[in-house]
Nanobody, 118 residues
Framework: QVQLVESGGGLVQAGGSLRLSCAAS????????MAWYRQTPGKQRELVAT???????IYADSVKGRFTISRDSAKNTVYLQMNSLKPDDTAVYYC????????????WGQGTQVTVSS
């Protein structure tokens, strides 16, 4: 079993920054990817960024150049640095763990709210 705990969400003004953290525990060694997704009411959950165990990354077009995903293997933690935030970035952000090439994520955190005010 894998447990994921997110932190770092909150309220920020447009143009500001936040850093999300996701601490993983349990049987994570068999997985090779961590990701951040986000969801707003009435919309499907969308991929924001993903990072592999070899530090390959993929970003959604909407966040390229503004968000950076990174990981600390020693701490089993993945981060999402969000800069130049926009009101459209407002969502619940979820951490996920799974497999990089298939894009399958079987383990999810509880989510953390990010609200960007205009």
């Amino acid at each position: 079993q894998v447990q994921l705990v997110e932190s770092g969400g909150g309220l920020v003004q447009a143009g500001g920054s936040l850093r999300l953290s996701c601490a993983a525990s349990g049987s994570i060694s068999r997985l090779n990817a961590m990701a951040w997704y986000r969801q707003t009411p009435g919309k499907q959950r969308e991929l924001v960024a993903t990072i592999s165990s070899l530090d390959s990354t993929i970003y959604a077009d909407s966040v390229k150049g503004r968000f950076t995903i990174s990981r600390d293997s020693a701490k089993n933690t993945v981060y999402l640095q969000m800069n130049s935030l926009k009101p459209d970035d407002t969502a619940v952000y979820y951490c996920a763990a799974g497999w990089y090439y298939s894009g399958q994520y079987d383990y999810w955190g509880q989510g953390t709210q990010v609200t960007v005010s205009s």
